[in-house]
C-alpha cells in the first residue's frame, strides 16, 4: 500500500552534481525516519544516508561532505543532492522508509546514477 518513487537518476561526468528525489505516497511519511541506499554492480547494498522526522542527517563516511539528504514533510518527498560526483558512486540509488532494528520497513524501485570519467 505504501509506495516509494524514486527519480532524477541519470549518467553524468565525474566532478558533476545530481539531485534525486524519492516521492512516498500513503500516511507514512511524516512520521518515519527515512534513507538513501545503494548497489553498485556485483556488489552488495550499503547505507548512503538518512534523515530522522525532526531533519537530523546522518551520513557514511565514504560521501560524507559530498551528499546532501533533506525532507519535505510536507510534500512527502526525500531529497539526495550530491556533489562532485566520483566514479565509485555510479549504482542503483534506493530510497527506504521506516526504520527498524537493522534495515527498513519500505523500499523504492531504484533510480540508475552512472558517474563517467
Known amino acids: 500500500q505504501v509506495q516509494l518513487v524514486e527519480s532524477g537518476g541519470g549518467s553524468v561526468q565525474a566532478g558533476g552534481s545530481l539531485i534525486l528525489s524519492c516521492a512516498a505516497s500513503?500516511?507514512?511519511?511524516?512520521?518515519?525516519?527515512m534513507a538513501w541506499y545503494r548497489q553498485a554492480p556485483g556488489k552488495e547494498r550499503e547505507p548512503v544516508s538518512s534523515?530522522?522526522?525532526?531533519?537530523?542527517?546522518v551520513y557514511t563516511d565514504s560521501v560524507k561532505g559530498r551528499v546532501t539528504i533533506s525532507r519535505d514533510n510536507v510534500q512527502s518527498t526525500l531529497y539526495l543532492q550530491m556533489n562532485t560526483l566520483k566514479t565509485e558512486a555510479t549504482a542503483v540509488y534506493y530510497c527506504?522508509?521506516?526504520?527498524?532494528?537493522?534495515?527498513?520497513?519500505?523500499w523504492g524501485q531504484g533510480t540508475q546514477v552512472t558517474v563517467s570519467s
Open positions: 527506504a522508509a521506516c526504520s527498524r532494528a537493522f534495515t527498513y520497513t519500505y
Open positions: 534523515i530522522s522526522v525532526g531533519g537530523t542527517a
Open positions: 500513503g500516511r507514512i511519511f511524516s512520521t518515519c525516519r
